[in-house]
């Protein structure tokens, strides 16, 4: 809905107006109304199933592709059946459309025809349109389609220069199909080759500059207004039941559960796995056998209560002392902290918000427990004064070892268990330092508190002393509801090895004391 | 209600261009053939049965096809759905970057165009994505 809003609704912008002067929209209960204002017989097309929380996460979405600036709207003015004087300006100028509207039209009803490509658009000019199209149907059955006697366009046309890329049709006037026909409106189709692998992945280098826009039309769509009774219980019981594993309180659990209803814990945006993954490697450093990073000492942030709550859009940690996790986590004169992370809001109560620029993810650290923080953290971006990088801090990030998508997904979800526990008392991780189920009967492990976690690419290894135990650490992981989606652990002596898609990260913890166990896999 | 084959086979044929449910194509397919007059309904059937359609038959041919699959009724709703196709252009850049970003899938937000008989609007039915990440 947002994306086809962004040609569509009219707003006023340096004197100009984009999108469709005239077009109005009107909410009804269950659909919403398209219309074009000042029109007789009225012009209107309804949109099934668009209610107003549907509406108000594509307006959402609109605003946030459009950037911070507020839009002047011109569609939603206090008198709506009448055109506003930029519109009535623009139409004195300019026409809606240009090309004949009974083939846009007739093309537009028959659109779906090309629901395999991967993209479709048209342009118009006096007297042609172009359909464009990528991959998806071939030439010749489009053709054959727009032409055929019962549900083609509906209007006499003749196909010219028919290839494997472009085609004419071209309208007999007077119902003749002959050669000798006057001939009407062109309409020209053309086929491109579609993408290949190697433009996927050049293409997905660039996603990060919409993401934004995505993220505010999910949030927005998190709301829980058009959901039914039903649902809104599933989700409540789902978040309950998270709550029982994160220790989270079950509001602040109901903003991380996935609409159906899963634990979510490892549904986030990029943004948010790359700092995951990042708060990982510095947490899972620490002391003499700690890599690179331990020496900055945020593993200790660790030592401190806390309930790591993650959603998909932003990561919250409770605390009883938050003062002392962002001492630990942000970089200071007096402490390293992790590179990028800045407190961009302190309230009272000891809460606050962070972001990390070179991700653009946003982090709460908090002691009000009872709170949901659903959303509404003001994102700064990246370039604002006082939240670019200093020297030291491009020199560490550019220091970390690469990371697959795999990898970082996997290291992530390590991290936001740090502090999980089984309801039923089967694993418990402790925040690495202790063991919350108190098992007198398991081993006692190595005296000392080293870990190091290091790697290149899908391939890395977690070593460390102490707690928790390896087997807590893998059913943690692939635990049946708290687990990770596609999850493969393997008792493969003198490690386990943890399968993510092609990341494996070896578990060699220096206890070799560990209960054995077989193979398990996640849900 | 019973569906002829005549019914099924021209709903399956409609439902290719305008991507609606059979329980929405059905409809109007049956209340179309049930307003065709017996030559309207000999020149369908001759083009389902691939036989030619013969030059007097035409025009009856013509007035069938505009009952099966109805055009737009006025020209400013002509225009509204020109407008609308014309708006699947700044749109498909926005789809292909919805999370996670591909251009190999069909970037369309349009699932389906719901044609209704007499003077009601289509019904457009658009992608709502999931919530999460695919």
Redesign the interface.
């Known amino acids: 809905m947002g994306p086809l809003l962004m040609g569509l609704l009219p707003h006023a912008e340096t004197g100009q107006v984009n999108g469709v002067p005239g077009l109005r929209y009107r909410q009804h209960r269950r659909h919403g109304e398209l219309f074009l204002t000042q029109t007789n017989p009225p012009a209107r097309l309804f949109l099934a199933g668009v209610t107003t929380a549907v509406w108000k996460a594509a307006l959402a979405f609109v605003t946030a592709s459009y950037g911070e600036a507020p839009l002047s709207w011109l569609w939603d003015g206090p008198d709506r059946a009448r055109l506003t004087e930029p519109e009535r300006q623009h139409l004195a100028s300019f026409r809606r459309v240009y090309g004949p509207v009974h083939v846009g039209s007739a093309l537009f009803r028959r659109h779906r025809l090309l629901r395999e490509a991967q993209r479709v658009e048209a342009r118009d000019s006096d007297i042609d349109w172009v359909l464009e199209w990528g991959a998806g149907p071939s030439m010749d059955a489009v053709a054959e389609a727009l032409t055929d006697p019962l549900f083609g366009l509906g209007f006499p046309m003749a196909v010219e220069n028919l290839g494997p890329h472009t085609a004419w049709l071209v309208e007999r006037r007077g119902g003749e199909t002959g050669a000798g026909a006057p001939r009407g409106v062109r309409l020209h189709l053309h086929r491109e080759p579609g993408h290949d692998q190697a433009s996927e992945q050049e293409f997905r280098q660039t996603q990060a500059a919409t993401w934004p826009a995505w993220q505010t039309w999910q949030f927005a769509r998190r709301p829980a207004p058009s959901a039914t009774a039903s649902q809104a219980r599933a989700l409540r019981a789902a978040a309950r039941r998270r709550a029982s594993y994160t220790g989270e309180e079950p509001a602040s659990a109901l903003a991380g559960v996935t609409p159906d209803g899963r634990i979510g814990l490892d549904d986030c945006t990029p943004a948010q796995r790359m700092l995951r993954f990042l708060l990982a490697l510095y947490v899972f450093n620490t002391q003499t056998i700690g890599a690179p990073p331990s020496w900055r000492s945020v593993s200790t942030a660790l030592r401190y209560t806390m309930t790591v709550s993650p959603r998909f859009d932003h990561l919250v940690i409770f605390a009883d002392t938050p003062r002392n996790l962002v001492r630990y986590f942000v970089r200071s004169p007096y402490r390293l902290g992790v590179p990028g992370l800045r407190v961009v809001q302190t309230e009272e109560h000891e809460h606050y918000e962070l972001v990390h620029p070179p991700t653009g993810a946003t982090c709460t650290i908090s002691r009000r427990r009872e709170a949901g923080l659903a959303a509404g953290v003001t994102r700064p971006a990246a370039d604002d004064s006082g939240l670019g990088l200093t020297q030291a801090e491009k020199t560490d990030l550019a220091s970390i070892p690469p990371a697959s998508d795999d990898m970082q997904s996997l290291l992530a979800g390590l991290f936001v268990r740090v502090a999980c526990a089984s309801p039923d008392k089967r694993w418990g991780l402790g925040n690495w330092w202790y063991d919350p189920l108190d098992r007198p009967d398991l081993p006692e492990p190595v005296n000392g508190d080293s870990r190091r976690l290091w790697g290149a690419g899908d391939d890395w290894q977690l070593l460390w002393e102490q707690y928790p135990y390896p087997a807590d650490v893998v059913a943690s992981l692939t635990d049946a509801f708290a687990g990770m989606a596609g999850l493969t652990a393997d008792d493969d002596d003198p490690f386990y090895s943890i399968a993510l898609g092609s990341a494996c990260l070896r578990l060699a913890p220096w206890s070799a004391r560990r209960p054995r166990r077989g193979r398990q896999s996640a849900a | 209600m019973s569906v002829t084959s005549l019914i099924a086979q021209?709903t399956e044929?409609?439902r290719?261009?305008?991507?609606e449910l059979r329980s929405t194509a059905r409809p109007a397919i049956r209340h179309a053939v049930g307003a065709l007059n017996p030559a309207q309904r000999a020149a369908?059937l001759a083009?389902?049965h691939n036989r030619t359609?013969e030059p007097d038959d035409?025009?009856a041919?013509?007035s069938?096809?505009?009952m099966?699959?109805p055009?737009?009724?006025?020209?400013?709703?002509?225009?509204?759905?020109?407008?609308?196709?014309?708006?699947?252009?700044?749109?498909?850049g926005?789809?292909?970057?919805?999370?996670?970003?591909?251009?190999?899938?069909?970037?369309?937000?349009?699932?389906?165009?719901?044609?209704p008989t007499g003077?009601e609007?289509?019904?457009?039915?658009?992608d709502?994505y999931?919530?999460?990440?695919c």
């Open positions: 021209l044929r409609r290719v261009v305008t991507g369908v083009v389902l359609v035409r025009a041919l013509a069938a096809r505009a099966l699959l055009q737009a009724h006025s020209a400013s709703q002509q225009k509204l759905e020109s407008l609308m196709l014309l708006a699947l252009r700044p749109c498909i926005h789809l292909q970057l919805r999370p996670p970003a591909s251009v190999l899938r069909p970037a369309q937000p349009i699932r389906a165009i719901q044609l003077a609007p289509p019904v457009l039915h658009l709502e999931e919530w999460a990440p």
